[in-house]
């Protein structure tokens, strides 16, 4: 739950959430991955990926900066392309990140919308 002082609106403040739980169930998912027998170099790296921009933008809304839109451009795209690539596979935490990162990348492009 993003900090009530950060007088962000609801899309922002949703926006912001799925970023922080999306960082937490990449992060998580990257290093479940490494345990697996097939090879899960893409689902590693797009998570790590996913895990950094979505950790960026959660920094940048708190601060308010002018480059917010442009992050949550590039953490919605990386974020749809990691929940494509997890749904790929069917260990039980990469359905949970795809779910996770589907959110994200929803509600970041909301809150572009919503600009």
Same mark, same amino acid.
């Given at each position: 739950?993003?900090?009530?002082?950060?007088?962000?609106?609801?899309?922002?403040?949703?926006?912001?959430?799925?970023?922080?739980?999306?960082?937490?169930?990449?992060?998580?998912?990257?290093?479940?991955?490494?345990?697996?027998?097939?090879?899960?170099?893409?689902?590693?790296?797009?998570?790590?990926?996913?895990?950094?921009?979505?950790?960026?933008?959660?920094?940048?809304?708190?601060?308010?900066?002018?480059?917010?839109?442009?992050?949550?451009?590039?953490? $919605?795209?990386?974020? *749809?392309? @990691? =929940? !494509?690539? &997890? %749904?790929?596979?069917?260990?039980?935490?990469?359905?949970?990140? $795809?779910?996770?990162? *589907?959110? @994200? =990348? !929803?509600? &970041? %492009?909301?809150?572009?919308?919503?600009?």
């Amino acid at each position: 739950m993003a900090l009530q002082e950060l007088d962000l609106n609801e899309t922002e403040e949703t926006c912001l959430d799925n970023c922080l739980e999306a960082v937490q169930s990449c992060e998580w998912c990257a290093d479940e991955c490494l345990d697996e027998d097939m090879d899960m170099s893409r689902c590693i790296r797009l998570c790590r990926d996913v895990a950094d921009l979505a950790s960026d933008h959660a920094r940048f809304m708190a601060r308010n900066s002018n480059y917010s839109d442009e992050l949550a451009e590039a953490t $919605a795209g990386a974020a *749809e392309e @990691c =929940a !494509e690539e &997890c %749904r790929r596979h069917d260990h039980d935490h990469c359905q949970v990140c $795809a779910d996770v990162v *589907e959110a @994200c =990348a !929803e509600s &970041c %492009r909301e809150m572009i919308q919503a600009s």
